[in-house]
């Protein structure tokens, strides 16, 4: 079986999805060899995939635009697009989507009126229209089943592992806070559901508390600079908050190994791939009891409301502080960490193209090109009333976590 997977959303500001592919890209060969993965690549993700070894470009074919990998079809026996949506769609041939998250129908507020346009058009299309569908965590293929009313068994849950850190150096900042006093880290762009107001809301009152530890945080500040730098000043925390920007991979390595331990405020994630490099790295992981935070931890986070400033405070001084906790996070941690492995992840992979070669039929291609195409092109831009129903029950009841786990 030949496998060609479209690259041209594969960019370093693209997040987990980004080290998603390329893990999955690294270890291919050596796990799969017998199916080769066809990268239909772009000039674009030249700085990325020259990171991978030479094997797993071995099958490449440079495009100029999206639609010209129709022209190499007869090369490959499934059509994969990792990055959320299928495109160019449909194809006669038998087609997998990694599905990654539905953000726009929980928090709306965060995204324009042509970001929900392009959303819906692509999302709810690329769902219906693809043979299989890769689901990155029992949460996102919920949300997809429930929303989109896409059946469940054209779903496989494979989850992400995390791509294997480097020997740590020490970030090029002279910042006291990163040997001489306590810290919590927070790997994160400045996205509005990554919630660095809150986060840095807590920090004011972890500082009137008086409890002494800093908060450093990674990632693009997306050219909101000024932005970020009012929130700071606004929770009076220029003291106690450092802000490094995009580092390399080193450096996270460290500070992962020399933090207290992950504070992780998001309001929405489709995985999460910080939480499994902290696990790697022996960092306590503290985060919020919502979307698929709870299937990723489980009893290896503290668990917090993200939406409360206040709850934020208390974990991060908790993290600070004790140290049995940190302690049972981190075994916890090394425990579930087990059950994220590279041969689980091309398994999972492996079983959704059989998956999409057995659904796939000439009836199914027609259905898509002279029902579902047409009906495609009727865009919205606005949410249904049962749409916004649905997020809201997802959300309360990923809300409710086992009493069992670590919370505050």
């Known amino acids: ?211 002494d530890v800093h908060l450093v945080c990674t990632g693009s500040r997306l050219g909101r600079e000024a932005e970020w730098q009012s929130l700071v000043d606004q929770f009076g925390v220029a003291d106690r908050v450092l802000h490094l920007g995009k580092v390399r991979r080193e450096e996270i390595s460290w500070l992962f190994q020399h933090a207290r331990g992950l504070i992780f405020p998001s309001l929405f994630e489709g995985f999460g791939i910080p939480l499994l490099e902290a696990m790697q790295t022996n960092c306590p992981i503290a985060c919020g009891h919502n979307t698929s935070q709870p299937d990723v931890a489980r009893e290896a986070a503290l668990y917090f409301d993200a939406a409360r400033p206040e709850s934020i405070a208390a974990a991060i001084v908790r993290l600070a502080e004790d140290g049995a906790l940190r302690e049972r996070l981190v075994a916890a941690g090394q425990t579930r960490l087990q059950d994220f492995t590279v041969r689980k992840l091309i398994d999972g992979h492996l079983a959704a193209f059989a998956l999409a070669r057995r659904r796939h039929n000439p009836l199914r291609a027609w259905y898509n090109e002279r029902i579902l195409l047409p009906r495609s092109l009727q865009m919205r831009t606005q949410l249904t009333e049962r749409e916004s129903q649905v997020a809201a029950a997802l959300l309360a009841t990923r809300a409710k976590i086992p009493m069992s786990y670590e919370r505050i």
């Open 1 to 211: 079986m030949r496998i060609g997977i479209g690259l041209n959303l594969l960019a370093p500001d693209n997040g987990g999805v980004t080290n998603y592919v390329l893990t999955l890209l690294r270890h291919w060969p050596e796990y799969a060899p017998e199916h080769p993965m066809v990268l239909f690549s772009f000039a674009h993700n030249e700085s990325l995939l020259s990171t991978l070894p030479p094997e797993s470009r071995r099958h490449e074919i440079r495009l100029q635009t999206q639609e010209e990998a129709l022209q190499h079809f007869d090369k490959i026996d499934v059509y994969f697009c990792p990055f959320g949506t299928l495109w160019p769609r449909p194809v006669r041939k038998p087609s997998v989507l990694t599905f990654h998250d539905m953000q726009e129908r929980f928090y709306p507020e965060f995204f324009t009126t042509k970001e929900h346009e392009e959303r819906f058009f692509h999302y709810d299309w690329s769902l219906r229209m693809a043979d299989a569908v890769i689901a990155i965590s029992e949460f996102t293929r919920e949300m997809a089943v429930q929303i989109t009313g896409v059946p469940r068994r054209k779903f496989r849950v494979v989850h992400h592992v995390p791509d294997a850190l480097p020997a740590p150096e020490r970030p090029a900042s002279d910042h006291a806070a990163l040997e001489s006093r306590p810290f919590v880290f927070y790997p994160a762009n400045f996205w509005r559901h990554k919630n660095h107001r809150a986060l840095l809301e807590a920090m004011g009152r972890v500082r009137q508390q008086g409890t």
